[in-house]
């Protein structure tokens, strides 16, 4: 073998470790000194930050909020911190969103309003809807399974007298839909101290409403009895596909996403009037009706009746009826009856 490229070849190799060592130690330099000038920013206190977005009149529940690590110098007095008096979670259930939170960001005092704050009930209301209670019993009221946040429907029971002599016709009707409950007997949380669900019976509930359905309600109560319904969390989403089918909801064809999903949760959780349905009492029994009762002939009406006969047949007698006689003049006239025809005499003709 030439001793020339033998020389060059170990010469070739020398140069390439060498740069491969020169290349990993400055690689290696590099990256402990890029490590180095990172900076590690202290974590302070947990404070409580929202789990997800929470938009005004949000009634705090368990899956609303949660403690998270925060950095240190970003800890500001207005925060709820982990281990303070105010920030005890059982206590903040059931407060109302008074300003617009959204995902991830820390909550202060002043963005939520607690039963006993003045306004309180304004700011659990949405934009033009109005606060509207009814007393409800035991049976009627779920067993008090219905809390604040719940949706429900609401059906009205009444007997409609029609005149007849037959038994009332006995009906239940689903007047409202998708009802939003705001409290229930001025209690807006449904937790205890420890946190664990309560079941309490009570006599009244509040519900957010249209003008119109608040209405409504009100001449219902005086109609005959209501009772609550409560509603599946995924029926909201099968009255949104209902109003989409039905052309209710038209999304404007330049809006974003995230407005077309503002516009269809709006219209998902508004309450309804139209499209209810209703039971009868033939619906449910056979030995039940299923129209009002008609209204019975009494003897003046019966009355009524005779005369209005009698009057007919007079009539068909008289001239320009069927009976072919002669009409009765507008001036003085004597009548002659000849059996059962009738016959009328000017008096005082020329």
Known sequence: ?????????????????????MAKNMFTGAGAEQANAA???????????????????TIIDVESLAFQ?????LVQNAYFTEGSPDSNMAKLLGTVVRNPITAGQPLTHGT???????????????????????????????????????????????????GGDGPPLKVSETIVRNLRVLATDQRIDS????????????????FEATPRIAEKIAVAQSMG?????????????????????????????????????QMLLTVANRPA?????????GDVSRFQRRSVPSRAKSDGDRGVEVLKDFTSKLTDRLPGGTGGSQSVPSGPAVRVA????????PVGAH
């Open 1 to 21: 073998m030439d001793v020339k490229k033998v020389a060059l070849l170990i010469g070739a190799l020398v140069i390439a470790v060498v740069t491969a060592v």
């Open 39 to 57: 900076p590690v920013v202290p974590m302070g206190p947990k404070v409580l930050v929202a789990r997800k977005a929470l938009p005004v009149g």
């Open 69 to 73: 690590a925060w950095p240190k110098e």
């Open 112 to 162: 939520l309003v607690g039963p006993q704050d003045r306004g309180f009930l304004a700011a659990a209301l949405g934009p033009g809807m109005r606060a509207v209670t009814v007393p409800v019993s035991n049976t009627s009221g779920v067993a008090g399974f219905i809390f604040p946040g719940d949706r429900v429907d609401m059906v009205l029971t009444q007997a409609v007298e029609g």
């Open 191 to 206: 937790k205890d101290e420890e946190g664990k669900t309560q079941v309490k019976t009570f006599a009244s509930v509040t």
């Open 225 to 261: 009895s209501l009772s609550l319904a409560l509603r599946s969390i995924a029926d909201n989403s099968a009255e949104l596909e209902r109003a989409v089918a039905s052309g209710e909801v038209k999304v404007p064809a330049g809006a974003n996403p995230a407005q077309e999903r």
């Open 273 to 281: 009037d139209g499209n209810t349905t209703f039971t009868t009492g």
């Open 338 to 345: 000849r059996g059962n025809t009738v016959t009328y005499v």
